[in-house]
C-alpha cells in the first residue's frame, strides 16, 4: 500500500517469460479476484488498474510499502463490481501487449513486474488469490 492513501492498495506480480516466446501480438492478465460488499453503498464500483513496474529486484519476502518499486505506465484496467456470491471470480484483463513487450525487452532476466493497483480512494477492498497467469500468443 502507498502511504496516506486510506483504502488504496498495490499489489506486485512477478512473471519468467520463456525464451522461445519472441514476440508479443496479445497478452492477456487472468486472475481470481473478490470485491468485499459494502451494505452501505451496493452500487459502488472497484476500479483495477494493471501497471508496468520497471524495477524487477524486489523479492515478495521483503517488499514493503517503503520499498516497493514504483508503478508505471497502465497496460490494462477494469472496473468491477462488488462480488454477489463472496467467492472469487476469474477475471481476464487484455493488457497493451506492446507497452508488454517494451517491458520484457528490458529485462535482462526475461523477468517481468505487473503492479494491480486501486488509485481511487473508495470504501471498497478486495482479495486477489496468489495465482495469476499470462497468456501470451
Known amino acids: 500500500s502507498i ?3 486510506h483504502w488504496s ?4 506480480l512477478k512473471f519468467k517469460i520463456p525464451q522461445d516466446i519472441k514476440s508479443l501480438n496479445s497478452v492477456d492478465l487472468i486472475i481470481s479476484i473478490k470485491v468485499y460488499k459494502n451494505a452501505e453503498q451496493p452500487d459502488l464500483k472497484f476500479s483495477l488498474n494493471v501497471q508496468a513496474v520497471p524495477e524487477n529486484t524486489w523479492s515478495k519476502a521483503t517488499i514493503t510499502w517503503n520499498n516497493a518499486p514504483k508503478a508505471g505506465e497502465v497496460l490494462g484496467s477494469v472496473i468491477l463490481d462488488q462480488s454477489q456470491d463472496d467467492k472469487l471470480s476469474k477475471l481476464t484483463i487484455k493488457l497493451d501487449a506492446k507497452a508488454v513487450d517494451s517491458l520484457l525487452k528490458k529485462s535482462k532476466d526475461r523477468e517481468i513486474t505487473l503492479a494491480l493497483t486501486n488509485n481511487v480512494s473508495t470504501a471498497l477492498g478486495s482479495i486477489v488469490s496468489k495465482d495469476a497467469f499470462l497468456t501470451i500468443e
Open 9 to 12: 492498495r498495490t499489489g506486485f
Open 3 to 5: 502511504t496516506n492513501t
